[in-house]
């Protein structure tokens, strides 16, 4: 089964590129990156990289309307210190980015089919359900508009990651979870301030297994133009 191996977080205010330094140990590594953003301009990815080389995208996910979240994947990051970056095609008022590596990943395969929800109206939790194997282990990441300290995953997810990029209504958190895979697996968060969200789930592939095959098409899940 993958193990969690470390993680990395940084966040800023009115601009359109973010970085950070991130680096990677142990054997068979995969490198997980979610970055949030306030979508108060349409924002979009426009570049992802991990040590220079292009990040391959699992899914984005904007339905919320206010906010957007977006998780992408490296295989075998090297265990040094990387620079990841990413950039959107407009300044962003508020972005926060977080990246987890894990250890124990299939190195061809390393992800299977990812799912999205979104908070569109004003809530306080969100979640949502993947299709999975018990020797899997699945990460989810989230965007959250303007809630400083109350942004927690369910039980049993154990967080990984959790930044909040200031603390007004403007602002963004990101997060990052983990939990054992089984047949099906459930995964969410709850927060403290009632406001919109988006989420992205996805089970991480066992080196050594039998993966399910990574969709032909990264998915998008109700992005907007």
Known sequence: MPAFDTATTNIGTGISNLTLSHTAGGADRLAIAVVAWRRNDT?????????????????????SGF????????????????????????T??????????????????PIGTPVSASQAGVGSSL??????????????GICVRRDSTGLTPDVPQTQRANAFSGSTEAHVNVGISDEVGAASVTMGWTWTTATHGDLVVVPLKPVGGVPSPIPATPLVGNLRW
């Open 92 to 109: 962003a008022t508020q972005i926060a980015l977080a990246v987890a590596t894990y250890t124990g990943v299939h190195q061809v395969t």
């Open 127 to 140: 979640s949502d359900t993947v299709i999975s194997a018990v020797e899997d282990l699945c990460v989810d």
């Open 43 to 63: 924002q979009d990815v426009s570049a992802f990289t991990y040590g220079g080389s292009g990040m391959t995208l699992v899914l984005t996910e904007s339905g």
């Open 67 to 90: 906010v957007a979240v977006e998780m992408r994947y490296f295989i075998a990051p090297a265990n040094s210190s990387q620079t990841v970056s990413v950039t959107l095609t407009n």
